[in-house]
């Protein structure tokens, strides 16, 4: 069954995530159908959570934080995120952020 929470681009894959900030750690709760859901542990506060999420998919996905950016919902709990990475595939992305 093919995951609309993941998407690919001509550089690499997007992600529709729906993240659940101020929690006691950082962790990926489900996969769902339309969305990717996580918990951060930064609070919603000067981009902290931001920060907190784009470093958890880099290290998650074995990538420099460089390669993965917020395109969509800076301020909102549903974001849209680009990861550039052509060497990765659709399964090794669905592994490798697979729920904790």
């Known amino acids: 069954m093919q995951k609309n929470w993941l998407s690919e681009f001509s550089s690499g894959f997007r992600l529709s995530v729906n993240v659940s900030p101020n929690g006691k750690t950082t962790q990926i709760l489900s996969a769902g159908e339309d969305f990717l859901r996580i918990r951060l542990k930064g609070p919603p506060v000067?981009?902290?959570?931001?920060?907190?999420?784009?470093r958890h998919i880099a290290k998650k996905l074995r990538l420099p934080k460089a390669k993965v950016k917020i395109t969509h919902g800076f301020t909102s709990k549903r974001k849209l995120l680009e990861v550039q990475t052509p060497a990765l595939t659709r399964q090794n992305i669905e592994e490798m952020l697979a729920p904790d």
């Open 46 to 54: 000067d981009g902290k959570a931001n920060d907190e999420l784009v």
